[in-house]
């Protein structure tokens, strides 16, 4: 089956420029160049939250991974972490000194990457709500940064042309990958960790081992790349481009499986759900896109039995298809041994869902102790000026 547009969503007044959907994916994000973070709820009838506080367009937006909070880039220089509820309080995040175009929670919610126009990718820690340290060898606007799913490496695209790996310990730039004839608007980790995916202005996505450091694959488009995505299986990947299409890219095939065509103008961002059964995208037209994958779930078992009787594969491709089978073994094991461990996995799970609620009330009540701390810092300014007004006035009235 094709991908189908399922539902699209009208409120920004402005291009829109990321999409992000929550854990659960009962919610999507959206930043848009009118200034406004807005909230929806993939349920019918549920009401869209506008969030207002960026003095600026809002470049980036992402949900943490349980979902508790949504981090905001802008180009009024500022990262904003919000709390995704009728109030919509949030805390601000000072020391880029131009547009944020780009932030990225690690996947254990601990730490924050955010890359800029000031040339330099920053790392903060979420709790403390702390800026940690900088990288900054790029020699021209940062575009996007992200972690890597261990949480071990940083891996940054810019309008220098180049992608740059880093080590979050060391805090060395470990390579650079120069191959791209243009700006890299756009770059991300497999879900394996092992390779990176990026698209530029040349109309190019290139995918790297970032193990061996080589170029894997490479698609030539007809137009500007301006972001991508990967399923959470690996085996695909959504790219939005600038001639108002989305492709979806078959990584185990190396060739273009499918063309969407929705937006009018540019699509500028897209981005799957957590489980892979649904994409967002975002254009210039204002309009937010949600689409049902529908070649995922019962066809990974097909495209894999098919990789599996020898359908022939590339040498390049064949370092992301072992990978990839790795994945699937796990899954297929787990299937048969499910009687057994059925009621191990409902303990586990609902474990996982008591771990989920603590991280999520710990996450609300860092964000409570940061704006309380901001209101207090108000009232002490505040109390600072009334009480030199008063020596004023009493200087005046003695002289």
């Known amino acids: 089956e094709d991908p189908s547009l399922e539902r699209h969503f009208k409120g920004h007044r402005d291009a829109i420029t990321s999409v992000d959907f929550s854990l659960n994916k009962k919610q999507l994000a959206s930043g848009s160049m009118d200034s406004c973070l807005m909230i929806w ?177 490479h698609y030539q488009g007809n137009a500007v790349v301006n972001s991508l995505s990967f399923h959470p299986s690996g085996n695909y990947l959504v790219t939005a481009s600038n001639d108002s299409t989305l492709k979806i890219l078959d990584l185990l095939e190396g060739r273009l499986l499918y063309t969407l065509h929705g937006h009018q103008g540019p699509a500028t961002c897209v981005a799957f759900s957590r489980a892979g059964d649904l994409f967002a995208s975002g254009g210039s037209d204002e309009q937010v896109m949600v689409w049902k994958t529908n070649f995922d779930a019962a066809d990974y078992g097909d495209v894999l039995k098919t990789q599996k009787s020898g359908a022939s594969v590339e040498g390049t491709h064949r370092t992301l298809q072992s990978e990839m089978d790795c994945g699937v073994h796990l899954k297929k094991t787990k299937t048969q041994d499910s009687s057994r461990n059925q009621e191990q996995q409902e303990e586990e799970m609902s474990l996982a869902n008591t771990l989920e609620h603590i991280m999520g009330q710990l996450d609300v009540l860092t964000q409570t102790v940061s704006i309380l701390e901001q209101r207090l810092t108000l009232t002490e300014d505040k109390l600072k000026e009334c009480l030199e007004n008063q020596q004023k006035i009493i200087q005046n009235k003695t002289s």
């Not at 990457?113 to 702390?130: E, I, L, N, P, Y």
């Open 41 to 217: 709820s993939m349920r019918p009838q549920m009401r869209a939250y506008r969030f207002v506080g960026h003095k600026d367009a809002v470049m980036c937006v992402q949900f943490s991974p349980s979902g508790h909070l949504v981090a905001s880039g802008s180009r009024d220089k500022t990262v904003r972490l919000w709390v995704p509820s009728v109030k919509g309080e949030s805390t601000v995040f000072k020391a880029h000194t131009a547009t944020v175009r780009s932030v990225h929670f690690s996947n254990d919610g601990q730490s924050l990457v955010t890359a800029s126009d000031d040339k330099t990718v920053k790392v903060w820690t979420v709790h403390r709500q702390k800026f940690l340290f900088s990288l900054s060898q790029h020699i021209n606007w940062v575009r996007c940064a992200r972690f890597s799913p261990d949480g071990r490496l940083i891996v940054s695209a810019s309008d220098d042309k180049t992608v740059k790996l880093w080590d979050k310990t060391s805090r060395e730039c470990i390579h650079s990958f120069c191959e791209h004839g243009g700006f890299v608007n756009h770059v991300d980790f497999h879900p394996s960790g092992t390779c990176i995916a990026a698209a530029g202005t040349d109309n190019t996505v290139k995918v790297w081992d970032v193990r061996m450091n080589r170029l894997l694959q």
